[in-house]
């Protein structure tokens, strides 16, 4: 088998990995995780961008629904909310001072954050890298 | 003395969702300047409920079929002596904007006129219903209010830009809605009850 069959192997087999988590996404939507689910779903899931939010806080509001239509678009990566308030055994380990803050997760580790609220734009660029690392990292 | 400006206006269906999306400059101004909140209400997602809420200044627990003594009667109405405009409760022709559904440059026009006319003679309470009836162009709706409330506001000494819920979604609406105001929320780390609103204004009003 040469180079360029174990390339196209590869790009199969992603190919269906990824079709497989489209299917899933459909069905899951923006999932609200806690203290009690948080670690078992990091463990799991390969990419994973997590929104921490409160219902008092109006910057969450703006931030909610871009995260949620980029799921549509990044529907390889699992996108999942925290309420803080809830939750602040999560909160406190990763270290959430203020709110919104947008936590990416690659194999199980945090590898980038946002705090606070960017333009859809900004966001999407940081998504689409983790989305990178996701399919094209060896 | 002089009568103090002060103007509760309530959006419904105003949503920080839009905020972003849709780019409303002065809307995101007052985000930034502003005391700002998020008002929670799962209960009662329907104008006239909302407005009989913050207009009693209690919460409502029951369902009501008419007004008693009529909307003039209402406390915060009663007690502030406030110019009623547009408020969903009322059905009077003075009060309400009776326009069609899809026209909301026309509603937003009036409404705007109404509170400017009125706004010096002391407290306003007004309501828009133009974003709740859209589905389609909410960009667009959302970013004639922006521009209207570019207009009053800098009209006015102290404001409450609320909504009693939030946009449109799965055959309800999302049950958080804005608050905006020249006075702060009552608990930092909690959300706002439609009835708070109503004890804010009246505060604002008195002052």
């Known amino acids: 088998m040469d180079d360029s069959e174990t390339s196209e192997m590869k ?9 497989l988590v489209d299917e899933n996404r459909k069905v899951r939507g923006v999932l609200d ?15 994973v961008v997590v929104d921490f939010w409160a219902p008092w806080c ?22 999942v909310r925290v309420n803080s308030d809830e939750s602040p055994l999560i909160s406190s380990r990763y270290y959430i001072m203020s709110l919104p803050t947008t936590l990416f997760f690659l194999d199980g580790q ?3 954050r946002i705090v606070g609220v960017l333009p859809y734009e900004t966001i999407e660029v940081r998504i689409a890298w983790l989305n990178r690392k996701l399919y094209y990292s060896e | 003395m002089a009568k103090q400006k002060a103007l509760l206006f309530g959006i419904s269906a105003l949503s920080y969702g839009y905020f972003m999306k849709c780019r409303l400059k002065f809307l995101n101004y007052l985000l930034s300047n502003a005391f700002r909140g998020v008002v929670e ?6 104008a006239s409920y909302a407005w009989l809420a913050v207009l009693k200044m209690e919460e409502i627990r029951e369902e009501f079929n008419e007004l008693k003594g009529g909307v003039f009667s209402l406390p915060l109405v009663e007690k502030t002596n406030a110019k009623l405009v547009n408020v969903p409760l009322v059905a009077s022709k003075d009060v309400r904007v009776q326009i069609s559904k899809n026209d909301y440059r026309k509603e937003i026009g009036i409404v705007k006129e109404k509170i400017l006319g009125a706004i010096d003679e002391g407290p306003v309470i007004a309501g828009l219903m133009a974003l709740e009836n859209t589905r389609e162009n909410v960009c667009d709706v959302s970013g004639a209010i922006d521009k209207m409330l570019f207009d009053v506001l800098k009209h006015v000494d102290e404001f409450i830009v609320f909504s009693p819920y939030g946009m449109p979604r799965k055959g309800k609406f999302e049950p958080y809605g804005v608050f905006l105001s020249t006075r702060p929320r009552p608990h930092e780390h909690e959300t706002i009850k439609l009835w708070e609103i109503g004890k804010i204004f009246f505060e604002m009003a008195n002052a």
Do not use: W
Not at chain 1, 11 to 19: G, Q, Y
Not at chain 1, 67 to 72: G, I, Q, T, V
């Open chain 2, 41 to 46: 209400n799962r209960c009662f997602q329907n």
């Open chain 1, 33 to 47: 995780l806690n203290d009690e689910n948080f670690d078992a779903f990091i463990k799991s899931h390969r990419g």
């Open chain 1, 58 to 79: 109006a910057p969450c509001h703006i931030l909610s629904p871009m995260l949620e239509d980029l799921s549509l678009k990044y529907r390889g990566i699992s996108f």
């Open chain 1, 110 to 112: 945090p590898i980038d």
């Open chain 1, 11 to 19: 790009k199969a087999f992603f190919k269906t990995v990824r079709d």
